[in-house]
């Protein structure tokens, strides 16, 4: 009976050994699951277009307006931008007008039809007035970073802006300079017969005479000639204190080398068109003296001009000829509007344009209600030991004590 119950409690005890070794452990707990990735932003591309003259006697300007959206559109593609919650790419698509308003106007249609967001450009009045009526059509913002003829931002477009300001102001400034500074009161002018040289010696010419001033010869030439003897033996007989100029760089420098040789001892002046390093260049020695009005702060001056300045030589090993830091600044307006509209699409971010308040490499920058730029400075130079120098800053329609310090005036204004 013993033995019996001896081994029932063995054999208890081997099933349950058994029963144990046989049973399987529990599963582990199930870990977290790693938190799902963030969609990357979607990726967009924004083309923006620069029309300029990229070819002929002045693609040295043109080039340099393309050179200053290049910088901008590449800035912006190292910083990352996104509009609208879309990370975006943004690509310059520069076409060549040859400063030619035919050109401009086929310019304009391919830039509309390649779907541009907006346009930098045109540099010549005479081709951004034509071009404008295209990009109206087509809805798209347009920016010229140099065109002064008023009548390019009085057609009644939503779509025209500037960023220098126009010849209404730069043309009395000239004026007013001419007669209150240099003391001319026998004035002989001469232009290239073009929309910005024509208007702005009209507005230089209407300024002038109010002042009481002479106008001994009004004298036309053209944005091709090279040979202005006859205009200049004409005038010199005339016995003028001072030659306006309304033109462009590559007549200015050998109008005034021959205007020397010819003995003609007036002063001479003109607008931005020659206010460029090409312009002493072509003169030689006989740029020196020699002054002309700038839209704008000097460089040096101006808010991000050195920056600005040392980042193009290095990138283009070049100095900046004139426009490049409002060609740099235009675009930086088309993306800030873009940025508040949240949107690349013109038809919602070209109302934001107009409600502009940007701080840029040239300065504040703002438009009235014509789409031009608002207290606008217009900067006279002289040509002193081969460079040009300031000789003061003013910035029409402000009080005076809002404009810029004037610069040191040289001997040139001082005679």
Not at 386 to 399: C, D, Q, R, S
């Amino acid at each position: 009976m013993k033995r019996r119950h001896l081994l029932s409690v063995v054999a208890a005890l081997a099933l349950a050994v058994i029963y144990g070794c046989g049973k399987e452990a529990p599963p582990p707990a199930p870990k977290a699951a790693a938190p799902a990735a963030a969609p990357a932003p979607e990726m967009i591309t924004v083309k923006i277009g620069s029309a300029s003259p990229l070819t002929g006697p002045q693609a040295h300007i043109g080039i340099d307006i393309r050179n200053g959206v290049q910088l901008a559109v590449e800035d912006l593609n190292a910083a990352g931008v996104e509009i609208g919650g879309k990370k975006v790419k943004f690509e310059m698509v520069a076409e060549d007008d040859e400063a030619n308003p035919t050109k401009a106007t086929t310019v304009a249609q391919k830039l509309a039809d390649a779907k541009v967001a907006a346009v930098v450009g045109h540099f010549n009045s005479g081709a951004s007035i034509p071009a404008s009526k295209i990009y109206a059509d087509a809805g798209i913002p347009q920016i010229s970073p140099s065109s002064t003829n008023p009548k390019y931002t009085q057609q009644g477009f939503k779509t025209t802006f500037r960023v220098v300001a126009h010849d209404d102001q730069q043309g009395p400034t000239l004026g007013k300079f001419a007669i209150e500074k240099l003391k001319a009161k026998s004035i002989a002018i001469i232009d290239d017969s073009t929309a910005y040289g024509q208007g702005l010696a009209d507005a230089f010419e209407a300024t002038a005479r109010a002042a009481g001033a002479k106008i001994v010869a009004r004298e036309h030439t053209t944005d091709k000639d090279t040979d202005f003897s006859a205009i200049l033996t004409k005038i010199k007989g005339r016995k003028p204190d001072l030659i306006m100029f309304g033109g462009i760089d590559p007549q200015a420098g050998p109008m005034v080398k021959q205007m020397v040789s010819l003995g003609i001892k007036a002063k001479f002046i003109g607008g931005d068109g020659m206010q460029t390093p090409n312009f002493i260049k072509l003169a030689g020695d006989a740029a020196e003296g020699m002054m002309a009005s700038m839209p704008g702060l000097p460089k040096d001056q101006m808010p991000g001009g050195k920056a600005f300045v040392e980042k193009y030589k290095a990138k283009f090993n070049a100095e900046v000829e004139l426009f490049a830091p409002m060609g740099y600044d235009a675009v930086m307006v088309f993306v800030e509007a873009m940025k508040r509209a949240a949107s690349a699409d013109p038809a919602k971010f070209l109302p934001e344009v107009g409600n502009t308040n940007h701080q840029g490499v040239i300065g504040p920058i703002a438009f009235d209600d014509k789409g031009d730029l608002k207290n606008g400075p217009i900067t006279i130079y002289v040509v002193k030991g081969g460079k040009w120098e300031a000789l003061e800053t003013v910035t029409p329609g402000a009080p005076e004590s809002a404009e810029p310090k004037a610069a040191e005036k040289s001997d040139a204004a001082k005679k």
